[in-house]
């Protein structure tokens, strides 16, 4: 069992930063695939990135070369540096730890960017 507590969510302007944290806890952090969601209101979940280990990554075309993942596993937490945000980034982003097997969410961080 793995309990995920997102943070770092906010209000920011266009073109601005935000900061994600994903904090896991309840099992052993570094056994599990990690991802970024986010979902915005009337729209589906929508993926926005993955970290397996420290250097294999992958991103949405949507946020390739604004957003960073990235993950501490002696911290077992997850990040997610969001530069040059837009007004489509906006959102509720929501970790996810996957193993064979199993899936866990976080309850979310809501991300809001005015233009």
């Known amino acids: 069992q793995v309990q995920l507590v997102e943070s770092g969510g906010g209000l920011v302007q266009a073109g601005g930063t935000l900061r994600l944290s994903c904090a896991a806890s309840?099992?052993?952090?570094?056994?599990?695939?990690m991802r970024w969601y986010r979902q915005a209101p009337g729209k589906q979940r929508e993926w926005v990135a993955t970290?397996?280990?420290?250097?294999?990554?992958n991103y949405a075309d949507s946020v390739k070369g604004r957003f960073t993942i990235s993950r501490d596993n002696a911290k077992s937490t997850m990040y997610l540096q969001m530069n040059n945000l837009k007004p489509e980034d906006t959102a509720v982003y929501l970790c996810?730890?996957?193993?064979?097997?199993?899936?866990?969410w976080g309850q979310g961080t809501q991300v809001t960017v005015s233009s």
């Open positions: 309840g099992s052993i952090f570094s056994f599990y695939v």
């Open positions: 970290i397996s280990s420290p250097t294999s990554t």
């Open positions: 996810n730890a996957q193993n064979p097997g199993n899936a866990y």
